[in-house]
């Protein structure tokens, strides 16, 4: 059964009303288990925590790696240099298996061996220095093992390589600069708070889209078709609350979870990295300081508001076509990827928050958040951003009450998602003219 | 006759059907309802009951013809037609997450109730509807008939003077029936106008004070039981039924023209 009439209206905005439906829709909201841990505790909880064990993995199997020990094979070793042959011996990660004629690539690739090095007489160029040799390391970049075994030979040939340079060249009254020739020093004027806030810039806004339209996934669904399945749609229609002020208040509830999923993720992420991620840095040498800087804050607000708002009215949309919780997740499913997709990109090395991203919806947020984190705050791109987004917002909400003006979308007696009732209603007018929806 | 709560003058609600074409849902039905009165809506399914009691509901629009609730009107003045109205059927759900007494406290609001008499009013119909013991629970919690209780609690949260009951017993046990039976006559008893909507012959015969035939989307009687009685010769209401229909059927096959 398909009915074409249309309200002209929703009726007169009620604040009061609003703020009745929208007190009831939170705290309905927050005794359901799904919308807490999808909209809150995932936010709070999740990426921090996936962090926290991504590193300590990461630094245990590093631990591992650091503790096994490489079988190395050595084919005449260069009699003129003792002491490297001492140097191998003495370290501890590695094994100085005998070499044999057999020894071979089929060693390494069995795994019996992890590297094989054979000291060849050096060719015309490297002959010029008396007792010159060249080293080949043979090992298979393909096993992790013999990677790390190729990694620590390489690196005891090239030390042994420096300290005998070094010594040659004293003896032949040669200073280590003047044969070394150009130097190349790096100097990061960066301090380590601004390193901090690169660092969470870089990873921040990724999670910071995801959230907010994982915040506002559940809440769409549960205030549109959600409210179907459970046959309250009617009751609440039923009521003296005005159409407008029933998905005004509606609207504001989704878009709360979004926004509020948006904040508490990077407040959590902001508060765990320093504890977790810092001390670990420094052991590792890396001295950065995680600290959000006070003039982002209002950025990260203004983003989480923006794209809070942006999505949730997209998702209510998507939404207000489905008659059980099920069909919801459906119908808002490829525009939740369509969201979450873009902000992946945002880790692309030396993208810099321009003008031209300025104007891609979701995209532009996230970059404001980067920037910001990062304490840049270009104007041209975030006036942009701004207006686009506000934009964004306004074409949403219209769309939306073009069709909640559609009393059977309303009711639910629909047939039909998004993408029918564009085709069928907005381009095509329907046949039987009488009954088409009036503007 | 203006001072009438309830004036319904041929409203019409036309479907367009992927399979049928135009469906008349409600083909030009008028009436009228007084105060302290149970109309009762008497069809088979699919005569066009709850399309009617949803278009006085305004929560579909007529797609021609016109109601006044309460010297409101249904299609201009639809928010001051359902603060006059309270609405019940075997589809108003109630939301399972908040409790009984959360559930009063919203729907007085929300349909503008006095909020300073919102708090009076709930531990009224608390005391009344015996939900006491279960306020605080939610209503996902509730057993079958607490959930009757608290959901005609709901509907009458405001003091509306206009009620609407469609079907309401529909998938009811006989004593929870006939419990909704009961609390229907205490609310004409306070003069409510009461529009009750029923395929059931033996609640409308035990309950309404007139009733209103209804068969293909058309009233095609409307009167108390004594006068249809008079008017068909039959006794039962379910005979008196069985004659109308059977009346409005040969009418209907007269008029068609012969093909």
Request: aromatic share 8%; proline share 5%; charged share 20%.
């Amino acid at each position: 059964m398909r009915n074409l009439d249309s309200g002209k209206a929703g009726g007169r905005l009620n604040w009061r009303q609003v703020r009745t439906l929208y007190l009831c829709e939170l705290r309905s909201a927050l005794r359901e288990r799904i919308i807490v841990i999808n909209s809150i505790l995932i936010p709070i909880l999740l990426y921090p925590a996936i962090m926290w064990v991504a590193f300590t993995g990461l630094m245990f199997l590093e631990g591992i790696k650091e503790k096994a020990v490489s079988r190395v094979a050595v084919q005449d070793w260069p009699d003129q240099h003792p002491d490297l042959r001492l140097k191998f011996e003495r370290d501890r990660q590695i094994q100085l298996v005998p070499w044999t004629p057999a020894t071979g690539t089929n060693d390494i690739k069995t795994g019996s061996v992890d590297a094989l090095i054979e000291f060849l007489p050096p060719d015309d160029s490297a002959a010029a220095l008396d007792r010159n040799f060249h080293a080949r390391i043979t090992f298979s970049r393909s096993i992790e093992r013999s990677s790390a075994a190729q990694e620590r030979a390489a690196d005891l040939l090239n030390e042994y390589r420096a300290e005998w340079l070094t010594r040659e060249a004293g003896r032949r009254g040669i200073s280590t600069a003047d044969w070394e020739g150009p130097v190349v020093e790096l100097k990061n004027v960066a301090s380590e708070k601004e390193m901090g806030g690169f660092l969470l810039g870089l990873v921040l806004p990724v999670l910071f889209g995801v959230m907010v339209a994982v915040g506002c996934f559940y809440p769409a669904v549960d205030s549109t078709a959600g409210e179907r399945e459970r046959h309250t749609w009617e009751t609440l229609m039923s009521s003296a609350a005005s159409r407008t002020s029933i998905v005004t208040a509606k609207y504001l509830y989704v878009a709360t979870f979004g926004g509020v999923a948006g904040i508490l993720n990077v407040a959590a992420m902001a508060l765990t990295v320093k504890p977790i991620f810092a001390p670990m840095l420094k052991e590792a040498g890396i001295h950065i300081s995680f600290t959000l800087s006070p003039a982002a804050v209002p950025f990260v607000f203004a983003a989480a508001a923006l794209l809070a708002g942006f999505v949730a009215a997209a998702m209510m949309i998507f939404a207000a076509f489905a008659r059980t919780f099920r069909e919801g997740q459906t119908m808002i499913m490829p525009f939740y990827l369509l969201v979450i997709m873009p902000p992946m990109f945002l880790q692309i090395p030396g993208l810099a928050f321009s003008v031209p991203l300025a104007f891609i919806p979701v995209v532009n947020v996230t970059m404001m958040v980067r920037s910001a984190l990062s304490n840049q705050f270009p104007l041209l791109p975030i006036a942009i951003t701004l207006v686009m987004s506000v934009a964004m917002i306004a074409a949403c909400i219209r769309l939306a009450s073009v069709v909640l003006r559609f009393e059977d979308v309303m009711v639910g007696s629909y047939n039909g998602n998004l993408n029918r009732f564009i085709r069928e209603r907005l381009l095509n007018q329907p046949p039987n003219k009488p009954f088409s929806p009036h503007e | 006759m203006n001072d009438l709560p309830v004036r319904v003058n041929a409203l019409q609600k036309l479907y367009a059907d992927d399979l049928r074409g135009e469906v008349r849902a409600v083909d030009g039905v008028s009436f009228e309802c007084r105060s302290g009165e149970i109309f009762g809506l008497l069809g088979a399914n699919g005569a066009g009951k709850t399309t009617t009691l949803r278009m006085l509901a305004t929560i579909l629009k007529p797609t021609s013809g016109t109601a006044h609730l309460m010297g409101f009107d249904i299609v201009t003045q639809p928010e001051e037609v359902r603060r006059h109205l309270g609405f019940y059927s075997a589809t108003t759900a109630l939301y399972p997450r908040l409790t009984a007494r959360e559930t009063l406290e919203f729907f007085a609001r929300v349909n503008g109730y006095p909020e300073e008499r919102v708090p009076g009013r709930v531990d009224f119909l608390i005391q009344r509807f015996g939900i006491g013991e279960y306020q605080n629970a939610r209503v996902d919690r509730l057993s079958q008939g607490m959930k009757q209780k608290v959901s005609i609690a709901r509907t009458v949260v405001h003091d509306p003077p206009v009620l609407i009951f469609d079907e309401p017993t529909v998938g009811l046990d006989v004593l929870n029936a006939l419990e909704m039976q009961k609390v229907i006559r205490g609310f004409r008893d306070e003069g409510k106008t009461i529009l009750f909507s029923t395929h059931i012959m033996s609640e409308a015969e035990k309950l309404c004070d007139r009733i209103a035939i209804i068969h293909r989307g058309r009233i095609h009687a409307c009167d108390t039981l004594e006068n249809l009685r008079a008017a068909t010769g039959k006794h039962y209401l379910e005979d008196i039924f069985v004659e109308v229909i059977g009346r409005a059927e040969a009418e209907n096959l007269s008029r068609t023209p012969a093909s």
